[in-house]
């Protein structure tokens, strides 16, 4: 994925919004030692995590973190050839405010990369007799509506009632494109995939603030899909299949 924006020796890299710094690794990695990849975000905590993460790593000596916020980056106008952002423009209140930030702060010619929307991931048959069909549908769309009234809004929302490609316009991006890739996997699932897998069921069969956006039926049935001693125990099953599709908007300032 990263890969496709092919960043090579010699580019400056942002990576807004780091996280727990997995894509900023996968971007440092083409560079070359004397380049450094910027990463910035606004948990103390995790920032501590990944300089420790980082510390014996000789890609580690390739990143630069740094506490700062999205809407407020720390960096000289034109800096990098390339910024990107994952999964962190849907926590701002004023998201063209935050966009106009990174654009700031991109060469000319160079991109903005954002990864946001793409297609909810999916893993149980629709046959599967205990839910009935649809029930795939059923937990995007507890998913889409448990997003929008917990994530979305924090501090002053500003309206933008535009998808992810008019933003990049809108902020000043030219040759504005997206690509999504499918992310596919089938049993033997591995221990990691399994936990990824448990866990989003597990959150939508027990805890109380997911209340209401499924039906008590259907997390009845996820309650016996994630527990190992039922017939019904989702890993006993070997017709599993997952699938998710993961978006990634780019654009390019006009030189
Ligand atoms: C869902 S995580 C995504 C992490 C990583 N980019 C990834 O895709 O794995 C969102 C991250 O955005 C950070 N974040 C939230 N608001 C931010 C802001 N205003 N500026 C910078 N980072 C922010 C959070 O601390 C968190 O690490």
Request: proline share 6%; net charge negative; with cysteine.
């Amino acid at each position: 994925m990263v890969r496709w924006l092919s960043p090579v020796p010699g580019n400056r890299i942002l990576d807004a919004g780091c996280g727990t710094a997995g894509f900023t690794q996968l971007l440092a990695e083409p560079l070359g030692d004397d380049d450094h990849v910027d990463a910035a975000d606004t948990s103390e905590h995790l920032l501590e995590f990944n300089r420790s993460r980082f510390a014996d790593d000789p890609i580690g000596k390739r990143i630069q973190f740094h506490e700062a916020p999205i809407q407020d980056l720390p960096f000289e106008d034109e800096t990098f050839d390339l910024v990107w952002t994952s999964l962190a423009l849907h926590h701002l209140a004023d998201r063209l405010s935050g966009v106009r930030e990174l654009v700031r702060v991109v060469t000319p010619g160079g991109r903005l990369a954002i990864r946001e929307g793409g297609i909810g991931a999916r893993f149980m048959p629709t046959t599967m007799e205990l839910t009935g069909t649809g029930l795939n549908e059923r937990l995007s769309a507890a998913m889409e509506r448990w997003f929008a009234s917990h994530v979305h809004f924090e501090g002053d929302a500003v309206p933008y009632p535009y998808g992810w490609t008019q933003l990049l316009r809108d902020a000043g991006m030219a040759d504005v494109t997206a690509r999504t890739f499918i992310h596919e996997f089938l049993p033997p699932f591995s221990d990691e995939q399994q936990q990824f897998l448990i866990g989003g069921l597990t959150r939508w069969a027990t805890d109380e603030s997911r209340e209401g956006y499924l039906s008590e039926k259907d997390r009845s049935a996820l309650k016996r899909l994630i527990d190992p001693d039922d017939t019904e125990y989702v890993f006993d099953r070997p017709d599993l299949h997952f699938i998710q599709g993961i978006t990634i908007y780019v654009g390019q300032k006009p030189s």
